[in-house]
């Protein structure tokens, strides 16, 4: 409850916001969490309070029940969501995650970034983020088809290529989007069937796809890391890194930086932890990974127990694993001269400031992760155009346009003087509020 001694023109401008929307604040809602993050950039930058206040709820959230038919031969009910955040700078966009923890309020927290991820990289599109709240390991792959299916046909007339693109999230591959992208196909008569195709990204190349969708984070974190690593006085070229999480993202992210003079020293997924002073090859790693589930046991480095892990040395380490995995107490563990965000959300707020306060600098997810929005806009540009670039085309826009996002986040940093996260939150809430400047609020 707001403390009633406090006048409301002594409150702070984010708690007057809260109030009027309702919402009570929760320090454990992922929500709630970006919110705090966004009224920080929002202040810092001067951004009107009637902007702040639009961008503090998301336009649309659908939420859908449906019924799928399991191998069994019985039926079971499933819940997905749509969350469209803002559509301001142009059309929504944002992944689809089938998750067995997936909620309403986690939804609308990653539309929020996913907004502030294309403003920062200044793409013309908006946020969204959607899912299904289930555990696609325990699916069959038939079973996951018609899931699929069912959830596209669900959202059949709440997507289309002007109005909200999906792109893969945790828990979806081509494979899925395929599916997808079929459904919204057979169940759009009123829109031309073809165009129903580019409302849908990550598919498989035979469908539209675009060359290098599946390692565009990972590519895209190592872009980043090679123009902000010695800003933050860790090493690039020499450097040593060190992966939590070694899965699509973790593992290419690894490749690119080896190929560009950095040294693998070790991984950690949910088999296990490994590592070698004299370096890890992350290919030979990352097919023994796909082969056998997991990095524990490869024969070319040392296993380690999972808490001494994250006290090794190192220039830098990439968190590419899942949301809140750096606590508070792993962040104090943590002995690397910078943290990079390749998942989400992956550090809790007290772990962040567990970092700040232990001077050690964390690049953050709005940036570093965004290789995926940006390869997604690169393959609703070739659907466009109906056109298909070759992978080195798509790996040079890609590497530009994470490149120039990374200076603009530098560039805020200096002007606003101001820790990374903070800099980059900046740099997407300016073009916003500018934006909102030019167009007004309607009517």
Known sequence: MPDASVRPSQQPESERILEALGIVRDPKNAFHQVLDQLFVAAETVGMRRHHTYILA????????????LMDDGAHRLFKG???????????????????????????????????????LLRLPFGGAMGGVKCTPSELSDDEMMRLTRRFASSLSHYVGPDYDVVEPDVGADARVMAWFADTLVQTNAEVR????????T?????????????????????????????????????????????????????RRLVDRGMMLVGALDHAGAIWSDTGIDPFVLAEYAHRGGGVRGFPAAAAVPE????????????????????????????????????????????????????????????????????ASYLEWVQN????????????????????????????????????????????????????????????
């Open 57 to 68: 709820q998301p336009k649309s959230e659908i939420m859908v029940h449906f019924p799928v």
């Open 81 to 119: 969501y749509r969350v469209q955040h803002n559509n301001a700078l142009g059309p929504f966009k944002g992944g689809l995650r089938f998750h067995g923890r997936l909620s309403l309020d986690e939804t609308k927290a990653l539309a929020v970034l996913t907004t502030l991820k294309c403003s």
């Open 202 to 254: 990550g598919k498989p190349i035979e469908m539209g796809g675009s060359y290098g969708r599946d390692r565009s984070v990972g590519q895209g974190l190592a872009d980043v890391m090679a123009e902000m690593l010695p800003e933050t006085g860790a090493r690039f070229e020499g450097g040593r890194f060190m992966c939590v999480g070694f899965g699509t993202v973790g593992s290419w992210a690894a």
């Open 193 to 200: 069937r073809q165009e129903m195709f580019r409302a849908v």
């Open 384 to 443: 466009r155009l109906s056109t298909t670039w070759s992978a080195e085309d798509v790996e040079e826009e890609l590497r530009r346009s994470m490149t120039l996002a990374a200076r603009r986040v530098k560039l805020a940093r200096i002007r606003y003087e101001c820790d990374w996260r903070t800099a980059a939150l900046c740099a997407s809430c300016e073009r916003l509020s500018r934006v909102y400047e030019l167009r007004g609020v309607f009517p």
């Open 307 to 374: 808490r001494e892990y994250w006290t090794i040395p190192c220039d830098a380490l990439i968190v590419a694993a899942a949301d809140g995995v750096v606590d508070a107490d792993r962040a104090a563990r943590i002995n690397a001269k910078t943290v990079i965000e390749g998942g989400h959300i992956p550090i809790t707020p007290e772990g962040a400031d567990v970092l700040l306060a232990r001077g050690i600098e964390t690049l953050p997810s709005v940036l570093c992760s965004a290789g995926g929005v940006a």
